[in-house]
T-cell receptor
Framework: DGGITQSPKYLFRKEGQNVTLSCEQNLNHDAMYWYRQDPGQGLRLIYY???????QKGDIAEGYSVSREKKESFPLTVTSAQKNPTAFYLC?????????????FGPGTRLTVL | GIQVEQSPPDLILQEGANSTLRCNFS?????LQWFHQNPWGQLINLFY???GTKQNGRLSATTVATERYSLLYISSSQTTDSGVYFC????????????FGKGTKLTVNP
């Protein structure tokens, strides 16, 4: 089945630790995105990548880092510099390198900082 | 940047009722999507509809791009329709992101 997978589903982190969230897609999409969702809110863009080895900051990139070494993978690292990392993280992809095409989302990762 | 407003913020229905959800946006757009977020957090694509009307079973959507709004219709609602419905827009020349509204939380009671 084609789709987007994210792991882990739940993640607990102690303050001061870096954690990496995985996102993989087998849709052969060029563009991939990371969003953050806080309770009762819409989604906000953290980072996006239109092509391998290239990525751009979104609205709330501070405290996060990404890499795009392979077309199918776009991992997100939440660093200790992110002051309020507890949130629901969603990865998405789209067919072309612009936001004009339909985006599809993975099932998400819930991160809790203890 | 572009603003997206959804109404109503909350909606409670009895099973079998019909409903209309609205999405207003502040500028012209090239992409508009409707999503359903289920209780487990999964965002499910409902419609990709920058203009015109589409139907999928009990759901239909209409976007009037010239008047900057979109409507999502749910007919004969079922308890499985419960969740949050999001509208998101994108336009050429803006930043490379979908701009999301805050959603409409729908509760369908049996």
């Amino acid at each position: 089945d084609g789709g987007i997978t994210q792991s882990p589903k739940y993640l607990f982190r102690k303050e001061g630790q870096n954690v990496t969230l995985s996102c993989e897609q087998n849709l052969n999409h060029d563009a991939m995105y990371w969003y953050r969702q806080d309770p009762g809110q819409g989604l906000r863009l953290i980072y996006y990548s239109q092509i391998v080895n290239d990525f751009q900051k979104g609205d709330i990139a501070e405290g996060y880092s990404v890499s795009r070494e392979k077309k199918e993978s776009f991992p997100l690292t939440v660093t200790s510099a992110q002051k309020n990392p507890t949130a629901f993280y969603l990865c998405a992809s789209s067919a072309a390198g612009t936001g004009g095409n339909e985006q599809f989302f993975g099932p998400g990762t819930r991160l809790t900082v203890l | 940047g572009i603003q997206v407003e959804q109404s109503p913020p909350d909606l409670i229905l009895q099973e079998g009722a019909n409903s209309t959800l609205r999405c207003n946006f502040s500028d012209s757009v090239n992409n508009l999507q409707w999503f359903h977020q289920n209780p487990w957090g999964q965002l499910i694509n409902l419609f990709y509809i920058p203009s015109g009307t589409k139907q999928n079973g009990r759901l239909s959507a209409t976007t009037v791009a010239t008047e900057r709004y979109s409507l999502l219709y749910i007919s004969s609602s079922q308890t499985t329709d419960s969740g949050v419905y999001f509208c998101a827009v994108w336009r050429w020349g803006g930043s490379e992101k979908l701009v999301f509204g805050k959603g409409t939380k729908l509760t369908v009671n049996p």
